[in-house]
């Protein structure tokens, strides 16, 4: 039998790598694929209103939040070891600049202020940076015309640079521990770290939706954050589905070179060669990878109907992630699998 070219392969009946196999406790022992909730980071929806829990019908079991059940929720978390959470904004006015998301009154700056007063030091709050939640046309930035027609408008990205400075910092202010840029604006990074720095939060790290595909595993994220565009669809900024991999490292490139402190890949489970590169290619830089919210309600509607054993489907999904090189997963499952490793 051939050795395949492997070093350290030997021959049967010499080599049986099933004496790996037999006994849990060595099989346990030659794991390395370990998932640890305090790699995980919980994806959360804010609204305003009172003891308001509504239910997000595309993801079963997900919800959005009034700050009140918001800080009920945290503690929770806090308690299962779960690394952090990732806040999005459910505002009740929307604009066309999205002006909720760059007061100091607005609905994420006061749920920052709120999950701070009752978590401890160590546990993460991150908040997402874009625009789409906020503004009446669902797009992820200042619009500009291009066209004629009714619907020939397009993200102005060096206008909206100027907002998401105005954005981040309010959170800044708020206490936030770390922001998520989404919108895939050329240069967000830098200009966002430029307004830190220029303000005195120089030690605030950016984790950069670096590779970011126009996906079509966002639809229930839609109905979550009540951000789905009005007229057209956000192919113009973020990353084509088939685009060249080394479009993908490009853009992770750029980000580290504008002041990323950690980068991220999103969606996960369709884009884990992408995972792979970015991990091959920038060794030495953080990676984050966004298990979405498609790839989180197609596992729910399985399960639900009793086709998959969900437990073990989310194991090994999220395992996958990890295994392609994502040191930290952003996932709908972070309190389920918290007390599933418990």
Same mark, same amino acid.
């Not at 049986?16 to 390395?32: A, C």
């Not at 954050?225 to 669809?233: V, W």
């Not at 490292?249 to 992408?274: C, F, H, N, S, T």
């Given at each position: 039998?051939?050795?395949?070219?492997?070093?350290?392969?030997?021959?049967?009946?010499?080599?049986?790598?099933?004496?790996?196999?037999?006994?849990?406790?060595?099989?346990?022992?030659?794991?390395?694929?370990?998932?640890?909730?305090?790699?995980?980071?919980?994806?959360?929806?804010?609204?305003?209103?009172?003891?308001?829990?509504?239910?997000?019908?595309?993801?079963?079991?997900?919800?959005?939040?009034?700050?009140?059940?918001?800080?009920?929720?945290?503690?929770?978390?806090?308690?299962?070891?779960?690394?952090?959470?990732?806040?999005?904004?459910?505002?009740?006015?929307?604009?066309?600049?999205?002006?909720?998301?760059?007061?100091?009154?607005?609905?994420?700056?006061?749920?920052?202020?709120?999950?701070?007063?009752?978590?401890?030091?160590?546990?993460?709050?991150?908040?997402?940076?874009?625009?789409?939640?906020?503004?009446?046309?669902?797009?992820?930035?200042?619009?500009?015309?291009?066209?004629?027609?009714?619907?020939?408008?397009?993200?102005?990205?060096?206008?909206?640079?100027?907002?998401?400075?105005?954005?981040?910092?309010?959170?800044?202010?708020?206490?936030?521990?770390?922001?998520?840029?989404?919108?895939?604006?050329?240069?967000?990074?830098?200009?966002?770290?430029?307004?830190?720095?220029?303000?005195?939060?120089?030690?605030?790290?950016?984790?950069? !939706? &670096?590779?970011?595909? *126009?996906? /079509?595993?966002? %639809?229930?994220?839609? @109905?979550?954050?009540?951000?789905?565009?009005?007229? $057209?669809?956000?192919?113009?900024?973020?990353?084509?589905?088939?685009?060249?991999?080394?479009?993908?490292?490009?853009?992770?490139?750029?980000?580290?070179?504008?002041?990323?402190?950690?980068?991220?890949?999103?969606?996960?489970?369709?884009?884990?060669?992408?995972?792979?590169?970015?991990?091959?290619?920038?060794?030495?830089?953080?990676?984050?990878?966004?298990?979405?919210?498609?790839? !989180? &309600?197609?596992?729910? *509607?399985? /399960?639900?109907? %009793?086709?998959?054993? @969900?437990?073990?489907?989310?194991?090994?999904?999220? $395992?996958?992630?990890?295994?392609?090189?994502?040191?930290?997963?952003?996932?709908?499952?972070?309190?389920?699998?918290?007390?599933?490793?418990?």
């Amino acid at each position: 039998m051939s050795s395949l070219n492997f070093p350290n392969a030997g021959v049967f009946p010499v080599t049986r790598l099933r004496r790996l196999r037999y006994h849990p406790g060595v099989r346990r022992l030659t794991r390395e694929t370990i998932l640890s909730p305090d790699r995980f980071i919980l994806p959360l929806f804010v609204c305003e209103g009172e003891g308001i829990r509504k239910p997000i019908s595309a993801m079963p079991g997900q919800n959005q939040l009034s700050i009140d059940e918001l800080v009920k929720d945290v503690k929770e978390i806090e308690a299962l070891g779960i690394g952090g959470i990732m806040l999005f904004g459910v505002p009740e006015k929307k604009d066309a600049v999205g002006s909720d998301s760059m007061s100091d009154d607005g609905i994420v700056a006061r749920a920052i202020r709120a999950v701070k007063d009752v978590v401890g030091s160590e546990f993460l709050v991150v908040a997402d940076v874009c625009f789409c939640e906020y503004t009446d046309h669902g797009h992820c930035g200042v619009l500009k015309k291009h066209g004629p027609g009714e619907e020939d408008w397009d993200v102005d990205n060096d206008a909206t640079l100027a907002n998401l400075v105005k954005q981040t910092l309010v959170m800044a202010r708020a206490g936030v521990d770390m922001v998520a840029p989404s919108g895939m604006m050329d240069g967000e990074i830098g200009a966002i770290r430029k307004g830190f720095d220029d303000n005195g939060f120089e030690r605030l790290p950016i984790m950069g !939706y &670096s590779a970011k595909y *126009a996906s /079509a595993f966002y %639809g229930p994220f839609r @109905e979550a954050a009540e951000s789905a565009p009005r007229f $057209g669809d956000r192919r113009s900024y973020q990353m084509a589905p088939d685009a060249a991999p080394g479009q993908a490292m490009r853009e992770i490139a750029q980000d580290i070179a504008e002041g990323a402190d950690i980068i991220m890949v999103k969606p996960a489970l369709a884009y884990l060669d992408i995972i792979r590169m970015a991990k091959d290619q920038f060794p030495g830089v953080p990676l984050a990878a966004y298990n979405v919210s498609g790839e !989180y &309600s197609m596992t729910k *509607a399985a /399960a639900l109907n %009793g086709w998959i054993d @969900e437990k073990r489907i989310v194991l090994e999904s999220l $395992g996958s992630i990890q295994r392609a090189g994502a040191t930290i997963i952003i996932t709908y499952w972070a309190k389920d699998v918290a007390n599933w490793l418990r």
